[in-house]
């Protein structure tokens, strides 16, 4: 498998996703265990619309997995992670 390209879209997204204070701490509370959404929400104290309105954009945007009903970063939510 090849090196990833790190293009402007995906420094666009990575930029999207850090000025946001609710996705970063979502990313950061999955970390690299992963956790179940009932565990982010009730971590964050977050609503079910803040955790369902931002989980699905992360989600969307290659951030986030979810895998039998657990969270997960992918590669690009890790580079999430690490940036801080």
Not at 25 to 45: D, F, P
Request: aromatic share 6%.
């Amino acid at each position: 498998m090849g090196e990833k390209i790190r293009d402007r879209e995906h420094h666009e997204r990575l930029f999207k996703a850090s000025m946001n204070p609710i996705r970063r701490k979502i990313v950061a509370c999955i970390g690299i265990q992963g956790k179940t959404r009932e565990e982010v929400k009730k971590e964050l104290e977050l609503s079910d619309f803040q955790l369902k309105f931002n989980l699905d954009w992360l989600i969307s945007q290659g951030f986030v997995i979810e895998e039998d009903g657990i969270l997960k970063l992918t590669d690009d939510g890790i580079e999430l992670l690490e940036a801080g």
